[in-house]
T-cell receptor
Framework: RKEVEQDPGPFNVPEGATVAFNCTYS??????FFWYRQDCRKEPKLLMS???SGNEDGRFTAQLNRASQYISLLIRDSKLSDSATYLC?????????????FGQGTILTVHP | GAGVSQSPRYKVAKRGQDVALRCDPI?????LFWYQQALGQGPEFLTY????????KSGLPSDRFFAERPEGSVSTLKIQRTQQEDSAVYLC?????????????FGPGTRLTVT
């Protein structure tokens, strides 16, 4: 079983749609969680951190459920510019702290 | 300000050749990471430096892979006797904090193709 699992998609949605991505992780001791965005042939860039209380940044909402080891990302009012691969990222605890573990990525295409 | 830079951006090597990939982290960033990203996959951790010390190399796939950061700034990832399975994008990331937990900023990567 992979340490971080995501539905690879692709998700094809029209502009203005709401889309949700899910992710599960296997290491219950993991300490911090992130969503990164990666455009085609570009480097990953931090989209947002994920907190247990849930957090929102404009059209983006991230949720963490530690009991279920589940992370989600919700994008509202999708824009064409949201088209990218979304990577679920876990920062393990203990001696592996900082050794980011990435999911496979979920491909999103927003069309007119 | 300047981000993480990597060179070369593209490298084609014949099987058996040695390659060296360079990473210039953001100035003042203590922590430096190397990741390998295969096509259609997320990046996978290779190794980690705090200043000049290589504190974790558990992700290096074989002893053909070697990384160094002698002065705590620029880092080089060397792959000896390249194999086709080494073809991937090699990403470098740097982070400001010592504890490795702070945001990691990625460079554009070096796309290595072994023929």
């Amino acid at each position: 079983r992979k340490e971080v699992e995501q539905d690879p998609g692709p998700f094809n949605v029209p502009e203005g749609a709401t889309v949700a991505f899910n992710c599960t992780y296997s290491n219950s001791a993991s300490q911090s969680f992130f969503w990164y965005r990666q455009d085609c042939r570009k480097e990953p860039k931090l989209l947002m951190s994920v907190y247990s209380s849930g957090n929102e940044d404009g059209r983006f909402t991230a949720q963490l459920n530690r009991a279920s080891q589940y992370i989600s990302l919700l994008i509202r009012d999708s824009k064409l510019s949201d088209s990218a691969t979304y990577l679920c990222v876990v920062n393990p605890g203990g001696t592996s702290y900082g050794k980011l573990t990435f999911g496979q990525g979920t491909i999103l295409t927003v069309h007119p | 300000g300047a981000g993480v830079s990597q060179s070369p951006r593209y490298k084609v090597a014949k099987r058996g050749q040695d390659v060296a990939l360079r990473c210039d982290p953001i100035s003042g960033h203590v922590s430096l990471f190397w990741y390998q990203q295969a096509l259609g996959q997320g990046p996978e951790f290779l190794t980690y430096f705090q200043n000049e010390a290589q504190l974790d190399k558990s992700g290096l796939p074989s002893d053909r892979f070697f990384a160094e950061r002698p002065e705590g700034s620029v880092s080089t990832l060397k792959i000896q006797r390249t194999q086709q399975e080494d073809s991937a994008v090699y990403l470098c990331a740097s982070s400001r904090r010592r504890d490795r937990g702070y945001e990691q900023y990625f460079g554009p990567g070096t796309r290595l193709t072994v023929t």
